[in-house]
């Protein structure tokens, strides 16, 4: 008896067909999986590996570096304000310590004493004004500096030493580059 319905599936030449087709594909997939890879790391154009992410981490490690800057200087402001003033001494209640800082959550910090003493000008602060430092992994040293008047931010990159000093005068603008401070009234600022 004939089977008439029944057709043959595939010829001898069309078997192997199919799993080259399949092994191109996956090979095709494989290095399109690659480029997209390389590009979404930013390694498409501009380097490959760590150093095409080294300026993302950096910037993460600023901004980590600044909130601790800022939160500090928020606390040692109002500590200044409710305890009717404020000294080298009472830093330490605040976490802020007179050495350098070695880390992002290591504040390090210095009190000025007013320009003239018993002026007035200091009002409900106590003092003439305070300088917070804070060392980035980026290895740049952020600072603050305010009084009862302004508030100025700066950076120092490539920082051998990330310490505090007393300023008895309003910072003055400008950049910053290794072993000077770059200074900005009002917010951090904008490097890289």
């Known amino acids: 008896m004939r089977d008439i319905g029944r057709r043959p599936l595939s010829s001898e030449g069309e078997a192997g067909f199919g799993l080259t087709a399949v092994v191109i594909s996956l090979l095709i997939v494989a290095l399109l999986s690659i480029g997209a890879l390389k590009a979404f790391a930013g390694g498409a154009g501009a380097g490959t590996g760590p150093q095409a992410l080294s300026p993302t981490v950096d910037e993460a490690y600023d901004v980590q570096a600044q909130s ?5 200087m928020q606390n040692v402001r109002d500590g200044a304000v409710s305890n009717g003033g404020l000294s080298v001494a009472d830093l330490a209640q605040y976490g802020v310590m007179p050495g350098p800082s070695g880390s ?3 504040v390090s910090g210095a009190v ?3 320009a003239v003493a018993g ?3 200091d009002g409900p602060l106590g003092f003439g004004s ?5 060392d980035s992994k980026s290895g740049t040293c952020w600072f603050a500096w305010f009084s009862t008047s302004a508030t100025w931010y700066g950076y120092q990159p490539d920082a051998t030493s ?3 000093t007393s300023l008895a005068t309003t910072p003055m603008a400008g950049s910053g580059s290794p072993g000077m401070i770059g200074w900005q009234q009002g917010s951090f600022p ?3």
């Open 68 to 72: 601790t800057l800022s939160n500090t």
């Open 104 to 106: 992002s959550s290591a």
């Open 112 to 114: 000025a004493g007013p």
């Open 119 to 121: 002026d007035g000008a």
């Open 130 to 134: 305070v300088t917070l430092a804070v």
């Open 162 to 164: 990330c310490q505090a």
């Open 190 to 192: 904008i490097i890289g």
